[in-house]
T-cell receptor, first 112, second 114 residues
Framework: SQQGEEDPQALSIQEGENATMNCSYK?????LQWYRQNSGRGLVHLIL?????REKHSGRLRVTLDTSKKSSSLLITASRAADTASYFC????????????FGQGTRLTINP | DSGVTQTPKHLITATGQRVTLRCSPR?????VYWYQQSLDQGLQFLIQ???????AKGNILERFSAQQFPDLHSELNLSSLELGDSALYFC?????????????FGSGTRLTVV
């Protein structure tokens, strides 16, 4: 089963609005990462937040991590049409595991 | 261009056949990961190599095998192909062998089995 589960599965907003996506996971982690995938293309690493961090920013991206609730959120501010993509959270699963496990993703559509 | 090169980009083959997917990691990266992405299963981890050695194994079928060569490129071999093997196959690389750093993904190989 997937370690990460994103919510919602799909999100459609107007350009300029903020988009928030959530991720829940099941076991202890070392870090949680977010990736973007444009339709049918490779995933692009957006941001990594370590288990001892609570919030991280990168440009218009803000990621929070709540290890007590085993959840993370990705906020994209002032959305643009180019932000239309699928967004995945990924965790390293059981501590010490050597691989990233990806959730099913949130499909974000930004309407002009 | 992410720096991770996958060939071919598209592959159409018949059931029962064997194919080889190739991946060249980003320069300097020692670790290669293979993932399968399908609509119903999402992104599934298949296998990881680090500096030529198998490091971790996921949901990889016995019909599938992989290796990493001394020049660090990797090949994923898929044999006795079935319709259900149709998917996007991604290779990713990272400098270290742990998931504590971001992965760099290639653009994928789209495999269609007919």
């Amino acid at each position: 089963s997937q370690q990460g589960e994103e919510d919602p599965q799909a999100l459609s907003i107007q350009e300029g609005e903020n988009a928030t996506m959530n991720c829940s996971y099941k076991t202890s982690i070392n870090n949680l990462q977010w990736y973007r995938q444009n339709s049918g293309r490779g995933l692009v690493h957006l941001i990594l937040i370590r288990s001892n961090e609570r919030e991280k920013h990168s440009g218009r991206l803000r990621v929070t991590l709540d290890t007590s609730k085993k959840s993370s959120s990705l906020l994209i501010t002032a959305s643009r049409a180019a932000d239309t993509a699928s967004y995945f959270c990924a965790t390293d699963g059981i501590q010490g595991a050597q691989k990233l496990v990806f959730g099913q993703g949130t499909r974000l559509t930004i309407n002009p | 261009d992410s720096g991770v090169t996958q060939t071919p980009k598209h592959l159409i083959t018949a059931t029962g056949q064997r194919v080889t997917l190739r991946c060249s990691p980003r320069s300097g990266d020692l670790s290669v990961y293979w993932y399968q992405q399908s609509l119903d299963q999402g992104l599934q981890f298949l296998i990881q190599y680090y500096n030529g050695e198998e490091r971790a194994k996921g949901n990889i079928l016995e019909r599938f095998s992989a290796q990493q060569f001394p020049d660090l490129h990797s090949e994923l071999n898929l044999s006795s192909l079935e319709l259900g093997d149709s998917a996007l196959y991604f290779c990713a690389s990272s400098a270290q062998g742990s998931p504590n750093y971001g992965y760099t993904f290639g653009s994928g190989t789209r495999l269609t089995v007919v």
